[in-house]
């Protein structure tokens, strides 16, 4: 009995040891970009909760919006004061609790939201939701987002530093055998948008891969419906407007696929629950007006993307207003 309950202890010291370790090596990063100031996502939250009621436009999504969404340029044409809190890898659940808190501290008139398969699929980068909501002001909206979002896997999730970072530990093991660099450049922020200079490689472009549909995602069409129910639900109730958008492909890479799975399902559940919907790679004309060299890799515009999509999203929100007067 006692040379068991030796091999328990040990076995716990080493899983505290290990996780202790992890959460080192992948948690002060954070903690310094955040005394540093040079967080984004403590940056975003800042602005939110320090600029109380002053902004009027304000887009939530995953890094596709906020890499093409460009304040600067919404607002010299709506006169709004806009501001990009789009976040990476950001999962509808997180969206909804993201717009709980920024209705605390802000009275929108439009909320923009980014449409995307993988932001509604069964595979979260829970490191990626915690790390925003990490920011939240609310103990109690952190602790829903946790329990009622995401369940037990949200608890081990975000208990066990070894569970939560195992992508990333993943990741960087297999960087130690490869060549493999992040291309991705993060030192240009405008009002939460990236202002990004790089440009899409040909060789990238002959790797590139479908668009996410039915059979390469994982995307839960019953999830994606209550959350998103939920959330147009929430903005109504704040007296905004719930515009949804679907931001542009690199043209190379849509021209992979037989049929837009993803296309298609927005645009008819949209149309079915009368929401506000551009599809931003047919909009306005039915053609693209994208070119590879508009993104900087296989889904993110850079900043000559992020100018075209800006003004498509400006030009549908005329459209809103002018049928609305």
């Not at 549909?213 to 994606?224: A, L, W």
Request: neutral net charge.
């Amino acid at each position: 009995m006692k040379k068991f309950l030796k091999q328990v202890a040990l076995g716990l010291l080493v899983f505290i040891s290990v996780n202790t370790v992890i959460a080192v090596i992948y948690e002060y990063p954070t903690y310094k970009s955040v005394q540093n100031k040079t967080n984004r996502n403590y940056l975003k939250w800042e602005a939110i909760h320090h600029n109380k009621n002053s902004y009027d436009f304000i887009i939530v999504g995953t890094s596709r919006a906020y890499a093409s969404f460009n304040p600067v340029i919404i607002d010299s044409s709506l006169h709004t004061n806009s501001y990009n809190m789009a976040t990476s890898a950001q999962d509808i659940v997180e969206t909804y609790y993201s717009l709980e808190e920024i209705f605390e501290y802000q009275k929108p008139k439009y909320i923009v939201l980014d449409l995307f398969f993988e932001a509604s699929d069964g595979i979260y980068d829970y490191y990626q939701t915690f790390s925003n909501s990490s920011f939240f002001n609310s103990n109690q909206r952190r602790y829903n987002l946790i329990t009622k979002g995401y369940g037990t896997a949200g608890v081990l999730n975000f208990s066990i530093p070894v569970v939560k970072f195992k992508n990333y530990i993943k990741q960087d093991i297999i960087g130690l055998f490869t060549n493999n660099k992040s291309l991705r450049t993060e030192d240009h922020w405008i009002k939460g948008y990236l202002y990004d200079t790089l440009t899409v490689s040909q060789s990238q472009v002959s790797n590139f891969e479908p668009i996410s549909n039915f059979e390469n995602t994982t995307f839960n069409e019953e999830r994606f419906d209550m959350y998103l129910k939920k959330i147009e639900r929430l903005v109504k109730s704040n007296n905004a407007k719930l515009v949804c958008v679907r931001t542009a492909y690199p043209p190379s890479r849509l021209k992979l696929n037989k049929t837009d799975d993803e296309g298609a399902y927005f645009k008819t559940y949209m149309a079915k629950e009368n929401i506000p919907y551009f599809d931003l790679n047919n909009f306005i004309d039915d053609h693209t007006i994208y070119s590879d060299q508009d993104f900087a890799d296989y889904h993110h515009p850079n900043y000559k993307g992020a100018q075209k999509a800006s003004m498509q999203l400006v030009e549908a929100i005329k459209r809103i207003q002018e049928k609305n007067n």
